[in-house]
């Protein structure tokens, strides 16, 4: 439930934003009322992030470039059972990433500020109190599902698209024991 212009709708909804009526200069309409807001990336509609997108990508990796789309591709592992993975993402700013196709989320590399000082518990707590982790992001790792990488090991593609730049050559493939623990 919601409005006809919200949610899974959006896409589809013709609803025009921005400007609704005639631009004039010197009594002439410069526009004809043809300025509109469309939801969504051009990247999305083309569909970039899919197996073979209808685009020449090309080679190198520009730096710290906002709002620009990355193809990289990563040698993986063959998915071990006991093994978790997952992409260290501190290397880009704020973006969306996708694997083999998979969408596997926004990322937003935020530092975490605050007061860490050593707790002290007779002091009155609040949401400020024992505070961690000050100067590091908020997050770094990307749980990437075994069943999204290619099977038996080799090259997977990653797409990323940035918003405020970074370097889409320094994301990482990290491997992280799952070993049960005897306790």
């Given at each position: 439930m919601g409005f006809w212009s919200y949610g899974a709708f959006l896409e589809t909804a013709r609803v025009d934003r921005g400007l609704n009526g005639p631009i004039l200069l010197n009594g002439e309409n410069i526009l004809g009322n043809t300025w509109l807001h469309r939801p969504g990336l051009k990247g999305e509609i083309l569909e970039l992030f899919n197996p073979n997108p209808p685009v020449v990508w090309n080679d190198g990796i520009a730096l710290n470039r906002p709002m620009t789309w990355?193809?990289?591709?990563?040698?993986?592992?063959?998915?071990?059972?006991?093994?978790?993975?997952?992409?260290?993402?501190?290397?880009?700013?704020?973006?969306?990433?996708?694997?083999?196709?998979?969408?596997?989320?926004?990322?937003?590399?935020?530092?975490?500020?605050?007061n860490c000082a050593p707790c002290d518990y007779r002091e009155n707590y609040g949401h400020t109190s024992c505070q961690t982790r000050c100067g590091d992001p908020t997050q770094s790792l990307y749980h990437l599902p075994r069943d999204w990488m290619m099977p038996g090991g080799g090259v997977n593609r990653v797409v990323v698209f940035t918003e405020i730049g970074g370097n889409a050559e320094d994301i990482q493939l990290v491997e992280i024991d799952e070993t049960p623990s005897p306790f």
């Open positions: 990355y193809e990289i591709e990563m040698t993986m592992p063959a998915p071990a059972e006991e093994h978790a993975y997952a992409l260290l993402m501190t290397s880009l700013g704020k973006g969306n990433v996708w694997v083999n196709g998979n969408y596997l989320g926004r990322f937003w590399n935020i530092v975490g500020e605050g």
